[in-house]
């Protein structure tokens, strides 16, 4: 019992001790976590940035450079916490259109594809109103009042930005690289976001990106460094209303002397745009270099064209500024391959924005044919393997059982979104159908060149019963059956403890009472054997000892059957003190004048059998005690049955007797060391011609109960197995 | 043994139990009942940011929470349809939705009023009819192209060659723009001829091309109207860089702030404005009686505002011209 006890108190002082060092961790990573990740340096140089997440575009690393091929409207590149609180963000940004702007998010949360689809400020640099312009998302847009960036905002040029976010405050510097032209700005708003990511940002323009560090140290400094190149602090403000607005702002003149808005004329070429299927049926040797016309489908690794006949690769050119979706005029000379042509030493010219042409929806055994090379498909096949390689190349194996194909991807920001697609799930790809050995290895009829991991869609998840999933559900199951089986051979011992408890006292409490009667009994008839032996027998006296042998003997007769009651299920005594009370009062009472009333209150509830046993014994003790010495005419039992105990009084309007004097007897004291046995307490109102209550309180804790409960229910189960084994003949006595 | 395995079997079965309730609770897609998905054609366009302000008006003082967002681009349908779909995955309270296509989005807008979703189609229409989960706010396109027609009869006297640029396929509302055009121009103005009619694909830069190889075409032109916003800048632009903006008169159609600032400036004739703010606003309050169980059956058709640089101050053309989405009272 000692060893249960300290082992439960360890338990606790363990369960407190886990408890304060988790609040502690967790106070400590809070505390922590505006600064963890911090200073943050991407240089784009090594190809391996696995930490930004794309939403939208279409994201590639060149160059130190990270680039987005794509003129989507608010495309995004996202990193670092979104507890950053305080720091500043710098980086370099070029536009690589006439129109569209570029620039940073900081303090994003909830972000999604779309506009401005975030929640968070923009600070970018646009060039259709060449300004510095600074906002507020919450998927809507409210705008600062722009600032005019000196020298304009010109395509293929470089600018710095440095973004520096303290409170609610966010200070502004731009400049053009290499030049004096800057521009600051700094921005209020109350009730601000308080923390959130970083990201770069475009809007209808490719863009570049390059040397983004953010770092938390000196941010008061920085941001009083931009506020003294600054009046007046500009708040989200527009577009509320028209009027507001354009009383305020400017839109591009579209005159003809602006030519960075005059846009470029068809001239006439020497060599006409040919369709491009008709590439693959040109005589050889070709004598001239050949054009043609299309929209761009893919940049990197190569630079893929389609026109309403097809596709064409094209290598050897400067992709930097063409983005997916640019309608371009390529003349090149053609290089014939088994199943198309490429177009090698190609001149191309930009002529408009267009939107990207949707897949041609195809299987991969039409793909293998080669029919649809360089042309952008959409097929679908089951995910086998994905392989990690270097320079952020990410390769997808598919099958879909007639064959099996790879997807491609290449200079990507993140492996980690490849993660997410598990082997054995059904996948559609849209990508550039190429069969070159280059991509193939010869393993596989064709490969697909995909853009993004926006191009990949999950049709079906894999197959639920996996061996690894198996295996997981056998470890779980096991665990499970263990925990069972440990549950159970816990209660187990905890009713076998219980048992032999309550044998051990039944022992105790048959040598109390059992044994000394008989001992009592014995000594009567002792002295019987010794008078009779040692002289004539003195009838009188042998007829005393002889009543009182009988009457102990009747007396412990009684208290046994009342006992064996107590504890005989199905019994009316059992479970049921008030009847036992009355039965025993009555037996006490009988043939003299003192009345016992017996009542209760609150409905009877089952009680351990011990906290039973020992109750009545006590109340027996104290009914007899009150019946034979207190001189009352009536003695009043009374049973309360609260929610968190069991109270017992036992009350007679007699003599009394001083409390703590000399009468104290050895029945009173019995009585204590019951009631201490079940950590009940006993208390003794009583003075002198008052009459005496014993009072007992017996606490009914859970713990109790419970095992009780338990002990109860398992007899229940017992008892119900016991019972179906019989009616099926399972068992033999 | 046997009572052993029973007891066993017993709790095991209670324990699967357990475990499978807690599964298929963890399993189950969390609902949004308060919150109303508000799809437009396209985000971070003065027209549809005025119906943003309209349903956020609209929603002030309700426990509703709107969730905002559009493809970024008018023929990005794909985009539209992801959008739908999510709403519909994640049981929202509401859809409120701009299509882009006439088609493409008909199925998705059928199994959200199945699932009892409340759905208001703003703009333009689709083949489906109204029922108590679904309605229909739009603007009277045939009112904007009867609009048009009079302001061309107007402004040239009723008599003069016009181009008519930007009518998609697939987009009912310049279709019916384009019919009631040709209508009213025959009924009223029969010297009033359409010289061309160019058809417009969502891109700015192919719209210009064709705008000025119209201009060069036709050097006599008098009036162009563009039937959307990106018609009007290619419009615009192809005139500006061809300098014939004082000869020919831009009649446009949709809002844009660059727009009206054009407009203010002399430089485009007029537009015609589509309240989008009106209809953000009637449709939110549908949702709300939706949500109540009310039946939200109807088709609404909002007239269309001529604006004009003598109106274009006036109170209830600068309420139809609200993007305040962040209203505050």
């Known amino acids: 019992m000692k060893l249960f006890k300290h082992s439960w108190n360890a338990a606790i002082a363990a369960l407190i001790g886990a408890v304060s060092a988790a609040a502690l961790l967790f106070s400590f990573i809070h505390y922590i976590r505006p600064f963890l990740g911090l200073p943050f340096r991407d240089p784009f140089a090594d190809g391996k940035s696995n930490l930004w997440q794309p939403m939208g575009g279409a994201w590639d690393l060149a160059n130190g450079t990270m680039q987005n091929h794509s003129d989507e409207w608010g495309a995004k590149l996202l990193a670092g916490s979104k507890y950053w609180t305080d720091y500043v963000v710098e980086a370099d940004l070029e536009i690589l259109r006439d129109y569209g702007d570029a620039g940073l998010i900081v303090r994003s949360n909830q972000e999604d594809r779309g506009v401005d689809a975030y929640n968070g400020y923009y600070v970018g640099l646009r060039s259709i109103d060449d300004s510095l312009v600074i906002g507020r998302a919450d998927y809507g847009w409210m705008e600062g009042r722009p600032v005019p960036m000196p020298g304009g905002v010109r395509r293929l040029t470089w600018y710095h930005l440095k973004v520096v976010v303290q409170g609610c405050e966010i200070g502004v510097a731009a400049n053009e690289v290499g030049t004096q032209n800057r521009a600051w700005t700094v921005f209020q708003e109350s009730g601000c976001v308080a923390s959130g990511r970083i990201g770069l940002r475009s809007v209808a323009t490719v863009a570049s990106w390059r040397n983004v560090k953010v770092y938390s140290v000196g941010v008061p400094a920085e941001l009083a460094a931009i506020r003294r190149h600054v009046t007046e602090e500009t708040h989200p403000e527009f577009p509320k209303g028209e009027a507001a607005y354009n009383s305020s702002h400017t839109f591009p003149t579209y005159d003809p002397k602006d030519a960075k808005f005059t846009p470029e004329k068809t001239a006439a070429k020497a060599h006409p745009p040919q369709p491009i299927s008709s590439l693959n049926n040109l005589p050889e040797p070709v004598s001239h270099p050949v054009s043609v016309r299309g929209v761009v489908t893919l940049t990197s690794p190569q630079l893929y064209v389609q026109d309403v006949t097809g596709g064409v690769a094209v290598a050897e050119v400067n992709v930097s500024a063409l983005g997916i979706g640019d309608e371009v005029e390529i003349t090149g000379w053609p290089d014939a391959q088994p199943f198309s042509t490429i177009l090698r030493k190609a001149d191309v010219r930009l002529l408009l924005g267009r939107t990207p042409p949707p897949p041609v929806s195809i299987t991969a055994a039409q793909a293998a044919t080669g029919v649809f090379e360089a042309d952008f498909v959409e097929t679908q096949g089951y995910l086998q393997h994905i392989h990690y390689e270097s320079g952020n190349t990410i390769i997808l194996d598919l099958d879909d059982g007639s064959q099996s194909f790879r997807a491609i991807v290449t200079g990507g920001p993140s492996a980690a979104l490849y993660r997410k697609f598990s082997e054995q799930s059904l996948l559609r790809v849209r990508g550039i159908c190429v069969l070159d050995p280059r991509f193939t290895q010869n393993e596989v009829p064709f490969a697909l060149l995909l853009r993004a991991a926006d191009d990949i869609d999950v049709l079906v998840g894999p197959p639920w019963w996996s061996a690894r999933r198996f295996i997981e559900l056998t470890c779980v199951l096991l665990l499970l059956l263990l925990m069972i089986l440990f549950l159970y051979v816990r209660i187990e011992n905890w009713r076998m403890k219980g048992i032999l408890d309550e044998r051990e006292r039944l022992a105790l409490e048959m040598h109390d009472t059992l044994a000394q009667s008989f001992a009592g009994v014995g000594y009567q008839l002792q002295g019987i054997r010794n008078g009779m032996r040692n002289g004539p027998a003195n009838w009188p006296t042998i007829n005393e000892q002889l009543d009182r042998a009988c009457e102990m003997v009747r007396q412990t007769h009684e208290e046994s059957s009342l006992s064996i009651a107590m504890l005989k299920p199905g019994s009316p005594e059992f479970g049921d003190l008030t009847i036992a009370f009355e039965r025993c009062a009555s037996r006490i009472a009988e043939g003299g004048d003192v009345r016992v009333t017996v009542t209760r209150e609150g409905p009877i509830r089952a009680l351990p059998l011990r906290v039973t046993d020992t109750l009545f014994h006590i109340g027996a003790e104290a009914i007899t005690n009150a019946i034979r010495h207190a001189q009352t005419e009536t003695v009043e039992v009374h049973m309360t049955y609260e929610t968190n105990a069991i109270v017992l009084h036992v009350q007679d309007h007699g003599i009394g007797f001083t409390a703590g004097g000399q009468l104290r007897s050895h029945g009173l004291r019995d009585m204590e060391h019951r009631a201490a046995s079940i950590s009940a307490d006993l208390h003794v109102h009583t003075a002198p011609g008052e009459g005496t209550c014993i009072e007992v309180v017996v606490p009914l804790h859970s713990r109790k109960v419970l095992t009780e409960l338990v002990s109860h229910g398992e007899r229940y189960i017992t008892r119900l197995a016991f019972k179906a084994g019989q009616k099926l003949g399972f068992h033999r006595r | ?329």
Not at chain 2, 139 to 165: K, S, W
Not at chain 2, 278 to 302: D, P
């Open chain 2, 1 to 329: 043994m046997l009572i052993t395995a029973v007891r066993l079997g017993k709790r095991l079965a209670i324990c699967s139990l357990s475990a499978g309730t807690l599964l298929l609770a963890s399993g189950c897609a969390r609902a949004h009942p308060h919150t109303v998905a508000v799809i437009p054609e396209m985000t971070a366009q003065e027209l549809w940011e005025a119906e943003h302000a309209g349903v956020a008006s609209a929603a002030l003082g309700t426990n509703w929470e709107i969730y905002w967002n559009g493809p970024g681009r008018k023929d990005d349908v794909a985009r539209q349809i992801e959008l739908v779909e999510a709403a519909i995955a994640q049981r929202d309270g509401g859809l409120i939705l701009s299509p882009d296509h006439a088609l493409a989005l008909n199925t998705l807008v059928r199994r959200a009023v199945a699932q009892g979703i409340p759905t208001v189609i703003v703009g333009s229409h689709l083949s489906i009819s109204p029922n108590p989960k679904l309605a229909y706010i739009l603007n009277d396109d045939e009112e904007t192209g009867r609009l048009a027609a009079d302001r061309a009869g107007e402004t040239l006297h009723g008599m003069g060659d016009v181009a008519l640029i930007g009518s998609e396929p697939g987009i009912a509302s310049t279709f019916l723009r384009t019919t009631a055009f040709r209508h009213r121009l025959s009924e009223r103005y029969p010297s009033i001829h359409i010289v061309n009619e160019l058809p417009g694909s969502g891109a700015f830069d192919e719209g210009l091309l064709g705008a000025q190889q119209i201009l060069e075409r036709y050097p006599k032109l008098d009036a162009i109207v563009a039937l959307d916003t990106v018609a009007t800048r290619a419009s615009f632009s192809a005139l500006k860089s061809h300098q014939r903006n004082n000869e020919v008169k831009l009649i446009a159609c949709d809002q844009a702030l660059d727009l009206l600032y054009y407009l203010r400036k002399g430089e485009i004739d007029s537009i015609i404005v589509e309240n989008t703010f009106e209809m953000g606003y009637r449709a939110m309050k549908l949702i709300n009686a939706g949500q109540r169980g009310e039946s939200i059956l109807g088709n609404q058709l909002l007239p269309p505002t001529m604006v004009t640089r003598e109106n274009v101050d006036r109170p209830d053309v600068q309420r139809m011209l609200s993007m305040d989405w962040r209203p505050t009272q």
